[in-house]
């Protein structure tokens, strides 16, 4: 998983490449401390370069998610296709993260 | 240099324990010449070692590592009799010496000689004349290398022995053959299951019961992650299960009870897909609410209808609203649940199967194989381009329901 965040004056982007899986905790948890450390209002998840998520994957967006309501900005997720866009329908996470 | 001051040197950065390890240590001294004997184990002496054990020649040498069992060596190379490379030989021909430190002495020291005492097993060199510091510094080394090695595959072992003792309890979380004997009587049906867990321990987890009125209660759930942490995870939704005797025969309710209980305590991000589906074996009607588990299918024929697990997994949200759907599983139809694991792996030759790619293999395969082998071919299929090392727990359990004259 690689990502790119583009802040554009408090709105952000997240651009997304590569699986989003168990084993890229690390890094997700680093991108959580990135955006921590800017300011942004709200933040988009793109997910159009994704192919694949698994359940941990999921899990992380939940962490975000969370995160995005202490700290008060607006967490949601786009572009999402495929198996993807399947896994967030199929858990309901789309309805969640405003996808 | 007293024995007292090389002590503190170590002692203060080092591991205390380690220190002790290392000073209590057996060394065998050998040298033809007693003079050398001498300034070797007077100068260890002073390094603070006391267990020392002296030998004249390589025979003597051989004999009394044998008897003795040290923990280092220190070698002269000419000695009579058996010389010091063939004491190397000798000792790394033995498994029991495969990894004993020798550490070899000697005065002419060219590249040709250096080359010839690593090739014959020695593990290190120090040149005559003894310098004492060095001579030193080599010794404690190799033991502090020998004790590390030793504690790090003893935990190792401990640890191997804890994961083996809780992989069978978990196993044990799983329905019983019995069980399974009578689910199947009462469906007129054989049942498939495969379980393996992807670290030892797995987040997955799947059962069966028996419910009044001819009823059939049958789950499978993945809990996020895997090894330690999901597999204690796992204990506690099959605890958790336990306790629900009424809405079983509700598979909303019962997800729902489920999650009532489980969301204050799973850690964030954590949770658990899962799918539960009651079975009338009178009327053929299946009764089934799902928490985003892999879609599980029904087998008709060579056709394949995909069951609507989607719902929210259980543990995240409060209010997740678990619905009850309704489909049949007739005679002569299988119901097939699995985890995740068989559609996301990664393929060798990179890209995943996906629930398009499950599907059609299902239906290829339906086609060619007798219905009771279906899940253990598919797996073997899948296996085939899959390295065995998967990237998460694998379940995979189908009931296939035999036809009604059979």
Redesign the interface.
Known sequence: MDYKINNNGGSATVVFSG?I???ENVSFRQLLKDIAEQQVESCVFDLSSV??V???G???F??AR?QAETAGWKLSVSGAQ??VA?ML?????SD?LDG | MNSSENSSVSGNDRDQELVAGVKAAKILIIDDMALMRKIIGVCLTRGGYENLLYAEDGEEALQMVEEHNPDILILDLNMPKVNGYEVCHALRANEKYKSLPILVQSASETDEERVQVFASGATDFVSKPINQPELLARVQMHLENKLMIHSLSDFRKRMETELVMAREMQQSLLPERPVIKEIEKRTNATIESFYRASFELGGDLWGCWELPDNKIGIYVL?I???GVGSALNTFRVHATMARFKRSKNDPAAFLTDLNRVLQPSFP????A?MFYGVLDCATHELTYA?A????PMVISGDDVRLLD?????VG??RKPEYVNLKDKLLPGESLFCYS?VL??A?QEEG??L??EGLVSWVKELSKEVERPKLVSRLLKRFFSVQSDLL??DLTAVAIHRKDVDE
């Open positions: 699986d899986t168990f084993s192919d694949m698994d359940s941990a999921l899990g992380m939940l962490i969370e495929g198996h399947s329908k199929l858990t309901k996470l969640l | 993945d996020t992650g895997h964030l991000g954590q949770f897909t799902g985003g588990a892999p879609r697990s989607s719902g929210y997994p995240i949200a995740d559609v996301e990664p890209g995943f996906g629930e990237p998460d």
